[in-house]
C-alpha cells in the first residue's frame, strides 16, 4: 500500500514530534518524582492548598490508580490525583497536583478559554470521528461522478474534521494558564523552593509540551486531509 505525500511529510514528523514530547515528560516525571521535597507535602495536600488559596471548598480530592492518570472532572467537581501524586512527597507531585486544582480554579472563575473549549467537545467529537471519513468518501465519490454537490460534502467533512484542531488549539491556553496558576501559588505560598520550584517547573513545561505536539499533529493530519481532497478535485 502506497503512502501519501501529505503522511510523510506531515503526519510523521509530527508522530515523532509526539512522541519525543512523550518520552520527555515520562523522564521529567521518573526524575523529579523520585525526589521529596523539604515541606513533606503530598500531591492530595499540595491540591488542597491551591483550592484554599483561591477559596474553592466544593470540589474533592481522590486517588485514583495509574501513572500520569490525574485530571479535574468539572462535571463530578473532582480533583483525581494517580498513585505516584495523590500521597507521595514528590516535586513532580506537587507540580502535577497544583496543576489539577488550577484547572478547579479555572472552572470556579469561569476562566474564557475553558468555557469555550468544553462547548467544543461534542462537535469535536462527532467531527474527529466522522470528518475525516466524510471527506474521503465525498471526495471519492465526486471525482468518479464529476459531481460539484458531492465535493462541498467532502469540504464540509474536512470543515469537521477541522473542529478537532481547534480543539487542540483551544486546549494550550487553558493547560498553559493551569501551570502559571499552579507554580504561582507554589511560589508565593513556598510550597516548593529554589531548585525544588525550578523542577516543577521543568515538569510542568515538559507535561504542556505534549499539547503542543497534539495541536501539530492535529494540524498535519488537517492538512493532508486538505492536500488528498483537494487532489480528487
Excluded: W
Excluded at 48 to 71: A, E, K, P, S, W
Excluded at 178 to 195: D, P, W, Y
Amino acid at each position: 500500500m502506497r503512502l501519501d505525500s501529505g503522511y510523510l511529510l506531515l503526519v510523521v514528523p509530527a508522530l515523532i514530534l509526539s512522541l519525543i514530547a512523550q518520552l520527555a515528560v515520562k523522564s521529567a516525571y521518573k526524575k523529579y518524582g523520585k525526589i521529596a521535597n523539604s515541606r513533606g507535602l503530598t500531591g492530595a495536600m499540595a491540591a488542597q492548598m491551591v483550592l484554599n488559596y483561591y477559596g474553592i471548598n466544593d470540589v474533592r480530592i481522590n486517588h485514583i490508580g495509574g501513572n500520569l492518570t490525574d485530571h479535574f472532572n468539572p462535571s463530578t467537581k473532582e480533583i483525581n490525583l494517580s498513585d505516584g501524586v495523590y500521597d507521595k512527597c514528590s516535586i513532580a507531585a506537587v507540580g502535577i497536583a497544583a496543576h489539577e486544582a488550577g484547572h478547579a480554579a479555572q472552572h470556579a472563575q469561569d476562566y474564557a478559554p475553558i468555557k469555550f473549549r468544553n462547548s467544543l467537545i461534542p462537535i469535536c467529537n462527532i467531527g474527529s470521528r466522522f470528518g475525516f471519513y466524510i471527506a474521503i468518501f465525498g471526495a471519492a465519490l465526486a471525482f468518479r461522478l464529476d459531481s460539484p454537490i458531492l465535493m462541498m460534502v467532502a469540504y464540509a467533512g474536512v470543515a469537521l474534521y477541522a473542529f478537532a484542531f481547534i480543539f487542540h488549539l483551544v486546549t494550550l491556553p487553558v493547560e498553559f494558564n493551569a501551570s502559571m496558576r499552579a507554580l504561582s501559588v507554589i511560589e508565593e505560598s513556598g510550597l516548593l523552593m529554589g531548585e525544588e520550584l525550578s523542577g516543577a517547573r521543568k515538569m510542568l513545561t515538559a507535561a504542556a509540551m505534549t499539547y503542543v505536539a497534539a495541536m501539530i499533529a492535529s494540524l498535519a493530519n488537517l492538512l493532508r486531509l486538505l492536500m488528498i481532497v483537494n487532489r480528487k478535485k
